[in-house]
């Protein structure tokens, strides 16, 4: 593909086809066609409403959100007025739209996730159901489901009713969420869609209490801040499970953090905490990844999926890399998806940046007044951004340092006609060492 020529958009997640990969995240555009004023919602690859549940139900008292550095803790509980009245009220709008619909449902007891999506059964414009098992589970001593393998087993197995491909959203608080993951998929979950928000609390010192109304229980973290989660969670199911559909979830705001996701093996993204800063974020996220390919040429972006858990080195077959635009990554889409079931990832993958095939930007140069943004917790005041800068400072001459050893490594080594030890950029006896090319497009 030329630069400046169409970009294929178009993916897949688990059986439901979609324009391309840029969706919304449950619970942060609405119960339905509330973005309406700000974006074209037919133009997003879907939006996933707030979950539902068979019943309404009241959520938290508030306060219930509350600003962090680099995101938000939110304990809305997840009111509603529940799947009846959400299929009259809201989703017609979102049908008028032409809107792609996931709806999202929750439940306290398995038979609630039965009875929410035997409701959901021929909705018009539902192309799927998430099944958000971040809920304490009433049978299981308010255990979350999403903490336990057979309880979100249960979940999605009861999900069935809806006669809808099964979508799992999965928590990331759990060490066991690969073994969870898998056991979704055995239930009959088509995707993965990685992650929930991350446990949290704050304190109101002043007041010497709790900032959410849900006091002690505290709330999730979103926002960049979970990016790096989102990130691992995505990439250590991709490497476990390379045929299920992945949808990436947490701090997207930007199209470099979507393909960031789409690298890690997501096959497409959900916004969330962004459109609160912005309602067009979504759209904006679309525009800059389309932006992105463009600049890449990467003329498809499924062929992007996963390239982070491919060979570490471009294959001999890869001479042309970077004349008419690099295809190495794309073929490599292509067959992972015709059954290349590759399940381990190479030490330093991440490094293999297609020659001549990656352009630097602006755009994602400007991450780094967003790492100064986000280490001083969005302040504009001269003394956090001083600290700030000073922290910088600091990581940088360690990685400096670091690199001069390796370097001095690969000399001796070289010498003594030993093999070459870890490039810089790979792990080297515990630390790692960043490259230049490592802060390209990440915080
Ligand atoms: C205010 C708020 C409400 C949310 N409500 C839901 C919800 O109803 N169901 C759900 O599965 N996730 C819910 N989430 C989680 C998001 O869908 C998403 O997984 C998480 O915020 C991470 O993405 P982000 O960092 O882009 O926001 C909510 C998040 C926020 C901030």
Same mark, same amino acid.
């Given at each position: 593909?030329?630069?400046?020529?169409a970009?294929d958009?178009?993916?897949t997640v688990?059986?439901v086809?979609?324009?391309n990969?840029v969706?919304?995240?449950?619970?942060?555009?609405g119960?339905?066609?509330e973005?309406a004023?700000y974006?074209?919602?037919?133009?997003?690859?879907?939006?996933?409403?707030?979950s539902?549940?068979?019943?309404?139900?009241?959520?938290?008292?508030?306060?219930?959100?509350?600003?962090t550095?680099?995101?938000m803790?939110?304990?809305?509980?997840?009111?509603?007025t529940?799947?009846a009245?959400?299929?009259v009220?809201e989703l017609?709008?979102?049908?008028e739209?032409?809107?792609?619909v996931?709806?999202s449902?929750w439940? &306290?007891r398995?038979e609630?996730?039965e009875?929410a999506?035997?409701?959901?059964?021929? $909705?018009? +414009? *539902?192309? %799927? =159901? @998430?099944?958000?098992?971040?809920?304490?589970n009433?049978?299981?001593?308010?255990?979350?489901?999403?903490?336990?393998?057979?309880?979100?087993?249960?979940a999605?197995?009861?999900a069935?009713?809806?006669?809808?491909?099964?979508?799992?959203?999965?928590?990331?608080?759990?060490?066991?969420?690969?073994e969870?993951?898998g056991?979704?998929?055995?239930?009959g979950?088509e995707?993965l869609?990685l992650?929930?928000?991350v446990?949290?609390?704050?304190?109101?010192?002043r007041?010497?209490?709790y900032?959410l109304?849900?006091?002690?229980?505290?709330?999730?973290?979103?926002?960049?801040?979970?990016?790096p989660?989102?990130?691992?969670?995505v990439?250590d199911? &991709?490497?476990?499970?390379?045929?299920a559909?992945i949808?990436?979830?947490g701090?997207? $705001?930007r +199209? *470099?953090d %979507? =393909? @960031?996701?789409?690298?890690?093996?997501?096959?497409?993204?959900?916004?969330?905490?962004?459109t609160?800063?912005?309602?067009?974020?979504?759209?904006k996220?679309?525009a800059?990844?389309?932006?992105?390919?463009?600049?890449?040429?990467?003329?498809?972006?499924?062929?992007?999926?996963?390239?982070v858990h491919?060979?570490?080195y471009?294959?001999?077959?890869?001479?042309?890399?970077?004349?008419?635009?690099y295809?190495g990554?794309?073929?490599?889409?292509?067959?992972?998806?015709?059954?290349?079931?590759?399940?381990s990832?190479?030490?330093?993958?991440i490094?293999?940046?297609?020659?001549?095939?990656?352009?630097?930007?602006?755009?994602d140069?400007?991450?780094?007044a967003?790492?100064?943004?986000?280490?001083?917790?969005?302040?504009?005041?001269?003394?956090?951004?001083?600290l %700030?800068?000073?922290?910088?400072?600091?990581?940088?001459?360690?990685a400096?340092?670091?690199?001069?050893?390796?370097?001095?490594?690969v000399?001796?080594a070289?010498?003594?006609g030993?093999s070459v030890?870890p490039?810089?950029?790979?792990?080297?006896?515990?630390d790692r060492v960043e490259?230049?090319?490592?802060?390209?497009d990440n915080?």
């Open positions: 593909m030329r630069l400046g020529g970009v958009l178009r993916t688990g059986s086809e979609l324009p990969p969706l919304t995240a449950s619970g942060t555009a119960h339905g066609a973005l004023g974006l074209d919602l037919a133009r997003l690859g879907a939006i996933v409403v707030k539902l549940a068979a019943e309404p139900w009241p959520g938290n008292p508030p306060p219930r959100v509350h600003q550095p680099a995101g803790l939110n304990s809305v509980g997840l009111q509603g529940g799947v009245a959400w299929l009220d017609p709008r979102l049908e739209r032409g809107a792609r996931v709806a449902i439940g &306290r398995v609630d996730y009875r999506a035997r409701l959901l059964r021929g $909705a018009p +414009g *539902v192309v %799927a =159901v @998430e099944v958000n098992v971040s809920c304490p009433l049978e299981d001593r308010s255990r979350m489901f999403a903490h336990s393998a057979s309880a979100t087993s249960d999605v197995a009861a069935a009713a809806a006669d809808l491909p099964r979508w799992v959203k999965l928590s990331p608080n759990t060490p066991d969420l690969v969870i993951a056991a979704a998929l055995e239930a979950a995707a869609v992650v929930n928000t446990l949290g609390l704050a304190v109101d010192i007041h010497r209490t900032r109304g849900s006091g002690p229980r505290g709330g999730g973290l979103s926002g960049p801040a979970i990016r989660v989102a990130v691992r969670a990439h199911c &991709r490497a476990a499970f390379p045929e559909g949808v990436g979830v701090g997207v $705001a +199209g *470099v %979507a =393909v @960031e996701l789409l690298m890690a093996g997501a096959d497409a993204v959900e916004v969330g905490t962004a609160f800063l912005n309602p067009r974020a979504p759209a996220v679309l800059e990844l389309t932006a992105w390919c463009r600049r890449n040429r990467v003329g498809d972006v499924r062929s992007i999926v996963g390239v491919g060979p570490a471009p294959a001999p077959d890869d001479t042309l890399a970077g004349t008419e635009g295809e990554g794309e073929r490599r889409g292509r067959e992972r998806r015709q059954g290349d079931r590759r399940r990832v190479p030490r330093g993958a490094h293999n940046v297609p020659p001549g095939g990656e352009t630097r930007d602006a755009e140069h400007a991450d780094g967003s790492l100064l943004g986000v280490l001083a917790g969005g302040a504009e005041e001269p003394e956090a951004r001083d %700030a800068q000073a922290m910088l400072a600091v990581i940088e001459r360690r400096d340092q670091q690199a001069e050893q390796v370097a001095k490594l000399e001796v070289t010498l003594v030993q030890p490039r810089v950029g790979e792990e080297s006896g515990g490259t230049e090319e490592d802060n390209d915080d």
